[in-house]
């Protein structure tokens, strides 16, 4: 593909994407809740398309292709296993946290947990670990666009990934939350869209139908449509920390306190779900459809570069495009998210951080976030859907935190605990690669910060020991 052609395709698209975020700004009021979370007023076709756009990202068609390349359907159960896992959290937790959110006045929900348990350090400690765990995931992002752009353009890598970091401080330093989701109603359609026509030219040009497709795949690499071609532990390893992904994700949590109103909610749900159905088939049958024609790819995370070099070079931009653009909108959300959580969760906590200076100061990290993100991507530290999973991995260690919002008896102090000791498994087990009983780090953080939480709850619950007392002084 024409080096020319990439630039002149890639241009356009950044063109487009500086008009909506120009004329989102020019619509953009005034205070923190406006910049960063559009004041609670998006619809629900905007809600939807920002929280898939934010979700699928370069992990789904640069990560996911590859995974689906490598362990056949294996990748499809574990995928769905998120989809259907983020669906029922969001049908139970989303009405509640979109309510709480408005009735505590909450931007982030770092700060949602803060006036939930009564600490001002428990916001803080979500903020930094979010900050620890958000970057290496950020730096996905990045690297996604770096391949493409060297596979398919031969732009040098540290190039491709200073383009993106352009692209993504100006959409979201300009108009914020607003200008985010406006550009993700329009990446989202063009994400689906461009991986639709690619799945059927790919089938189509290479085996004339999807009934041959299958027919192949069957004959040529029958383990591929085994569910054992992916041990359990690792199934189960990458599996559970994207189950609890809508609540311990800052950047996707945080979208539950976007929607005007209960049924703008009900539609982004709706939307969402079906979004990643549609998005989940195609990928994996992508990754699966390549493995027939392209046996022989050693590194998985260029299959899809592989499948775009062998297509018209016009489909091939359009879904370089998508790919950009998904890879944009998950950074641009994730930058936006932690420079509220900076803000309202550390930041707005000094004394002399009046309401004048907060607004200043969350607009300064968004560069600030973003370089950091771009510096580690510059490493390349792994394979990115490995990547995604460490980081969602160390995040759960605050699921049971958020859960534990609806519980009498939790405490912020088994809040806390929990959190330190579920995210210090995560990274001295990643850090030592020592994974004990075969279990991946996620089963861990689940398992111990979840009864660290209880345990320490219920030994620290003040509630529960003042009754005992006021019982036996009336006895």
């Known amino acids: 593909m024409k080096t020319s052609a990439v630039v002149f395709v890639f241009s356009v698209w950044f063109a487009i994407g500086c008009l909506i975020s120009y004329y989102a700004k020019k619509k953009r009021g005034k205070g923190i809740a406006e910049y960063f979370i559009a004041n609670r007023k998006l619809g629900g076709f905007a809600a939807a398309m920002t929280y898939s756009a934010t979700t699928y990202s370069a992990f789904m068609m640069v990560g996911l292709v590859g995974m689906a390349y490598s362990v056949g359907v294996s990748a499809m159960g574990f995928e769905l296993t998120y989809l259907i896992s983020t669906v029922l959290l ?45 970057v290496p995931y950020m ?70 139908s999807f009934g041959n497709f299958f027919g192949t ?57 079906l979004f990643g159905l549609i998005y989940t088939f195609i990928v994996v049958n992508l990754g699966l459809a390549a493995k027939c024609i392209f046996p022989n790819i050693l590194q998985t995370d260029t299959v899809t570069m592989e499948i775009l070099n062998h297509v018209p070079t016009a489909l091939a931009l359009i879904v370089f495009i998508s790919i950009v653009a998904a890879s944009v909108s998950t950074v641009d959300s994730i930058i936006l998210s932690l420079s509220s959580m900076c803000t309202v969760d550390i ?36 394979a990115i859907v490995e990547l995604s999973v460490m980081s969602s991995a160390g995040l759960l260690a605050t699921a049971p935190a958020y859960i534990g919002i609806f519980w009498k008896r939790a405490t912020k102090i088994g809040a806390i605990t929990s959190i330190l000791v579920g995210g210090t498994t995560v990274i001295i087990l990643y850090s030592t690669k020592y994974f004990p009983l075969g279990m991946w780090p996620g089963v861990w953080c689940a398992i111990i910060s979840t009864l660290t939480f209880i345990l320490v709850s219920l030994k620290t619950d003040r509630s529960k020991q003042q009754s005992k007392k006021e019982v036996l002084l009336n006895e």
């Open 139 to 208: 730096s996905v992002q990045f690297t996604g666009i770096g391949y493409l752009l060297q596979g398919l353009a031969g732009i040098p890598y540290i190039v491709g990934i200073t383009i993106a970091l352009i692209v993504i401080i100006t959409y979201t330093f300009w108009g914020g939350m607003r200008s985010v989701a406006w550009t993700d109603a329009l990446q989202g359609v063009v994400m689906i869209v461009a991986s639709i026509v690619l799945l059927f030219y790919v089938v189509l040009s290479g085996f004339g």
């Open 90 to 134: 969001l049908t139970y937790f989303a009405p509640k946290f979109w309510a709480m959110g408005r009735q505590y006045n909450c931007i982030t929900p770092a700060e949602l947990l803060s006036k939930r348990y009564k600490s001002n350090l428990l916001g803080i400690i979500v903020t930094v670990f979010a900050l620890i765990m958000l």
């Open 347 to 382: 930041f707005a906590k000094i004394p002399k951080a009046n309401k004048e200076k907060q607004l200043p100061f969350g607009i300064l990290m968004v560069p600030t976030i973003a370089i950091l993100a771009f510096i580690f991507a510059i490493g390349r530290f792994g």
């Open 217 to 273: 795949l069957q004959n040529s690499h029958p383990e591929l449509l085994s569910a054992k071609n992916m041990s359990y532990q690792k199934f189960i390893g990458l599996s559970i920390p994207w189950m609890f992904f809508a609540l311990t994700n800052p950047q996707v949590s945080q979208r539950m306190f976007l929607p005007k109103d209960k049924k703008s909610l009900k539609n982004m749900v709706i939307g969402f779900s």
